[in-house]
T-cell receptor
Framework: KNQVEQSPQSLIILEGKNCTLQ??????????LRWYKQDTGRGPVSLTI?????NTKSNGRYTATLDADTKQSSLHITASQLSDSASYIC?????????????FGTGTRLLVSP | KAGVTQTPRYLIKTRGQQVTLSCSPI?????VSWYQQTPGQGLQFLFE???????NKGNFPGRFSGRQFSNSRSEMNVSTLELGDSALYLC???????????????FGPGTRLTVL
């Protein structure tokens, strides 16, 4: 069964600290993995997209890693800011051609405290 | 360049009614996807339209339908509303031409539907 599990469910960190969010998936055939940031009351915003051959991708203070062998991904946030408070959603695409089936994680809710 | 717009932003309906939501994609984008987001289920894919054709579909009942117009604008319709249909409905647009679908999707702000 295609599944995406994220951990932790929620996280509170102090401003300026680093944190890492986890995403484990059982999706086949794997096409790509995306991380989204969703602020409260707004639509998700894409942070990174990684295909099978990519194991690291950065977007400013956000760095995503992918281990296709263990089917794990992580999102590392460096020097957190109050504006990083949001839900972070991991989405895995399954399929080989055309529009793939999207499998969503339930997200990690991050609160950055001053 | 204007982002994805959705109307209305908020909607209150009663059980049994029907509702139509609208989505205008980013100029030049030909793919529009619809998602339902609830606290319990998270984001769930409804369907995707590309060049006025439904290209992919999630696991939702036939009460959920959509269409896309020649200008790429899309509408989603939910008939015979149920309490469980209360959710944030998100629309996302992309170029839609990615062979392995590495297109970046751009989401709108969503329409919050409350069914009483």
């Amino acid at each position: 069964k295609n599944q995406v599990e994220q951990s932790p469910q929620s996280l509170i960190i102090l401003e300026g600290k680093n944190c890492t969010l986890q995403c484990n998936y059982t999706v086949s055939p794997f096409s790509n993995l995306r991380w989204y940031k969703q602020d409260t009351g707004r639509g998700p915003v894409s942070l990174t997209i990684m295909t099978f051959s990519e194991n690291t991708k950065s977007n400013g203070r956000y760095t995503a890693t992918l281990d296709a062998d263990t089917k794990q991904s992580s999102l590392h946030i460096t020097a957190s800011q109050l504006s990083d408070s949001a839900s972070y959603i991991c989405v895995v695409s399954a399929g080989n051609t055309g529009f793939q089936k999207l499998v969503f994680g339930t997200g990690t809710r991050l609160l950055v405290s001053p | 360049k204007a982002g994805v717009t959705q109307t209305p932003r908020y909607l209150i309906k009663t059980r049994g009614q029907q509702v139509t939501l609208s989505c205008s994609p980013i100029s030049g984008h030909r793919s529009v996807s619809w998602y339902q987001q609830t606290p319990g289920q998270g984001l769930q894919f409804l369907f995707e339209y590309f060049s006025e054709t439904q290209r992919n579909k999630g696991n939702f009942p036939g009460r959920f339908s959509g269409r896309q117009f020649s200008n790429s604008r899309s509408e989603m319709n939910v008939s015979t509303l149920e309490l469980g249909d209360s959710a944030l409905y998100l629309c996302a647009s992309s170029l839609g031409t990615g062979g392995v679908n590495t297109d970046t999707q751009y989401f709108g702000p969503g329409t919050r539907l409350t069914v009483l």
